[in-house]
């Protein structure tokens, strides 16, 4: 095999795995919830923040706070996190008194 053909199997098998890994990347940060989790995070990190909207509510479930507004949220082993079908993310922390929902604002 002449070293011609060599070097254009070695280049179009290079193209081949680029194309396929970046396929692999594309649908980790489209199509899995930790894929779009990190998009989110990445993206609110980049932007100091994201706009969101956060309610808090008594242990009724009366509202004592309700704020609108560019944040960065601190997660902690009393919280849940998860990403809705349009992919807006959602936190909703426990407290022994209260519970705080924070919502990602769409533009």
Do not use: P
């Not at 890994?21 to 199509?31: D, E, L, P, R």
């Not at 989110?40 to 507004?69: C, L, P, Q, W």
């Amino acid at each position: 095999m002449s070293k011609r053909i060599k070097y254009f199997i070695y280049g179009f098998v290079a193209v081949l795995v680029m194309i396929l890994a970046g396929c692999g990347i594309h649908w980790y940060f489209t199509s899995t919830a930790s894929g779009i989790r990190t998009a989110v995070n990445f993206k609110s990190n980049v932007n100091n923040g994201m706009e969101r909207e956060i309610t808090v509510y008594n242990a009724d479930g009366k509202v004592i706070m309700h704020m609108k507004g560019k944040f960065d949220i601190q997660h902690s082993n009393r919280s849940l996190q998860y990403i809705d079908q349009n992919h807006m993310k959602h936190n909703i922390y426990f407290g022994d008194n209260t519970t705080v929902t924070v919502n990602e604002v769409k533009k």
